[in-house]
Nanobody, 120 residues
Framework: QVQLVESGGGEVQVGGSLRLSCAASGSISSINDMAWYRQPPGSQRELVAGTIPGDTINYADSMKGRFIISRDNAKNTVYLQMNSLKAEDTAVYYC??????????????WGQGTQVTVSS
């Protein structure tokens, strides 16, 4: 079994910072891409930022320069540093990973989600 466990969510004031973590555990052979998505209230889930080994990709112009994705391959962990938070960043944040699990091959996994609330 493979699990993605997120942590670091909470409530913060506008302009503040939070750092999310997502650790993958279980029968992991290899991890390809890891990413963060979010789902604001009443909206669809959207990609925040993704990373594949050796590359970092940031999506959504509204997050460029404010959010930083990073990963520690030795710990099977991906992070999301969120700075200069705005009220519209309020959402449930989900971790995503594409993992090679012996003997099943590549599988995609989601974390349980962590709430981020930005208040004014």
């Amino acid at each position: 079994q493979v699990q993605l466990v997120e942590s670091g969510g909470g409530e913060v004031q506008v302009g503040g910072s939070l750092r999310l973590s997502c650790a993958a555990s279980g029968s992991i052979s290899s991890i390809n891409d890891m990413a963060w998505y979010r789902q604001p209230p009443g909206s669809q889930r959207e990609l925040v930022a993704g990373t594949i080994p050796g590359d970092t990709i940031n999506y959504a112009d509204s997050m460029k320069g404010r959010f930083i994705i990073s990963r520690d391959n030795a710990k099977n962990t991906v992070y999301l540093q969120m700075n200069s938070l705005k009220a519209e960043d309020t959402a449930v944040y989900y971790c995503y990973a594409k993992i090679y699990v012996i003997p099943f091959g590549w599988r995609t996994y989601w974390g349980q989600g962590t709430q981020v609330t930005v208040s004014s």
